[in-house]
């Protein structure tokens, strides 16, 4: 009876440790369901999954292709293309991918327009134009900058823009030289800009007569791309571009769809840093949702460390990143779990 009485007393406190609450707590979280490790069928390393491209859908970023250029992305849905083709999307280097834009409203503004005119078109030695600098003025483009032909010739230009078979025309309304009209100038002279300008083809800007024609798929610096051109206007402080390639392909079922500034990439093989993430299914957000995603693909990974991840339960990975233009700077009001 002792040792019964003893054996019942040292099993006492054991049972009331298991013991649960009398009734169910109503504010309990509903269950998670998480596959048991090993039983979820995941992708092995095959070319099937190395070759596939990688589907990406995008909202409200600033993709950033050095200190002062960025497209404004206000929506994009595409694929991205290893190159060469069978390796993996490598985001450490933008050179071997290619971005095939499928639907998709992008925007330029000012700063980045000046920038791609005079690096990245114009900037070679003695090129035919130079120093400008482009604004919106209501519907057009106000260009200004140094003409050189023997001599340089300062001019002031406005112009129309339209989309030309997948290009964008920009046909000058007006052009003010030295307090002359331009255009009639160069009428009485029998000259345009066309003979003016003399410019290498490979750089996508050509003139035709007094028009200038740029081709949206070769004037942007790396990565590549494939989109066709079907509206080009100005809207507010922006050029605004429209593209549809003609497939349509179906919007991406986001991961967690309430988030305004994000870069979503499904399928396909990523390599970031010592990351190779198999059938990618990636959300990338935003921390601070008050203001356009800020990201810059050539230091990435600061903004990475500077924010947070987590893994969901299908083995897909939840990012959130710091914008480019905050590092360095205090937590923004409304901006969500920073690292310190």
Request: some cysteine.
């Amino acid at each position: 009876m002792l040792a019964a009485a003893l054996l019942a007393l040292l099993l006492l406190p054991a049972c009331c440790c298991v013991r649960g609450p009398a009734a169910p707590s109503t504010s309990a979280p509903p269950a998670m369901h998480i596959p048991p490790v090993g039983e979820l069928p995941l992708p092995d390393f095959s070319d099937a999954h190395v070759k596939a491209p990688t589907e990406t859908m995008m909202a409200n970023v600033w993709f950033f292709y050095d200190e002062q250029m960025f497209l404004d992305i206000h929506s994009l849905r595409g694929e991205m293309i290893s190159k060469p083709p069978g390796e993996s999307v490598n985001f450490d280097d933008r050179k071997k991918f290619t971005l095939k834009i499928d639907t998709g409203k992008i925007g330029m503004k000012s700063v980045s327009l000046d920038k791609l005119m005079n690096q990245y078109l114009f900037g070679y030695p003695d090129p035919p134009l130079r120093n400008l600098h482009i604004t919106m003025d209501g519907k057009q483009l106000k260009q200004e900058g140094i003409m050189h032909k023997v001599v340089d010739i300062p001019f002031t230009m406005w112009a129309d823009v339209s989309a030309d078979h997948g290009l964008i025309r920009i046909h000058p309304t007006k052009i003010s030289i030295c307090s002359i009209h331009g255009l009639g100038l160069l009428k009485a002279v029998g000259m345009t800009l066309e003979k003016m300008l003399k410019m290498p083809v490979e750089r996508g800007v050509r003139a035709e007569k007094n028009d200038l024609l740029l081709d949206p798929q070769k004037v942007l610096p790396p990565p590549d791309v494939q989109l066709h051109l079907v509206d080009v206007h100005v809207e507010g402080d922006e050029l605004i571009q429209t593209f549809d390639a003609g497939l349509h392909l179906p919007p991406l079922a986001l991961p967690k769809p309430d988030e305004k500034n994000y870069m979503y990439f499904r399928g396909g093989t990523l390599r970031m840093g010592k990351l190779l993430m198999l059938d990618s299914d990636m959300q990338v957000n935003d921390t601070d949702p008050s203001d356009p995603f800020a990201f810059f693909i050539d230091i990435y990974n600061e903004e990475l460390v500077a924010g947070f991840e987590y893994n969901r339960p299908n083995y897909g990975l939840t990012v959130f990143m710091r914008d480019w233009l905050d590092l360095g700077k205090e937590m923004q009001p409304g901006e969500r779990g920073v690292r310190k």
